[in-house]
């Protein structure tokens, strides 16, 4: 049997009528294993005193639960995406691990462009391809029409 141990609760937003709150809470099994969930959710501020500690006197707008796995993706995803998107980009190619499936398709997204011999100029003439890059992928160019 599972219950529900330390739990950690915050208030995001605390509008006039509505309250934003993130809740924390572990279910420790009898196997050993601790699920940790992460809530989120929008409440209707109850009519009369309002106490941002009591759930149970909040009308849920709406709210989500993640498990730890949608929870650990969705951390992921903040850490990876937020600033770029923040700054406008929408595809990007992270540096610190290029070579991921992902990745290739942005690439293979860049190089689909219908004249690509005016791409590759481009990216050799910025510096963006280096040289050496520049000469392989000619021969392996050379090489596949042959």
Not at 56 to 78: G, M, N, R, V, W
Not at 118 to 140: N, R, T, V
Request: hydrophobic residues 35%; contains cysteine; charged residues 35%.
């Amino acid at each position: 049997m599972s219950k529900i141990s330390d739990k950690l609760i915050r208030v995001l937003r605390d509008k006039k009528t509505v309250v934003t709150k993130a809740f924390f809470w572990k279910i420790p099994h009898d196997s050993g294993r601790i699920d940790i969930r992460l809530k989120v959710g929008r409440y209707k501020k109850s009519k009369g005193p309002f106490d941002p500690e009591v759930v149970e006197s909040l009308d849920p707008k709406s709210e989500i639960t993640f498990d730890e796995e949608e929870f650990d993706a969705l951390i992921t995803f903040l850490q990876e995406n937020y600033e770029p998107f923040k700054q406008g980009f929408k595809a990007f190619i992270p540096v610190d691990r290029p070579f991921t499936q992902e990745n290739a398709e942005q690439v293979k997204k860049l190089f689909s462009v219908p004249n690509r011999a005016s791409l590759i100029e481009f990216m050799s003439s910025q510096d963006i391809i280096p040289e050496d890059l520049s000469l392989a992928l000619e021969k392996c160019s050379a090489y596949k029409s042959d």
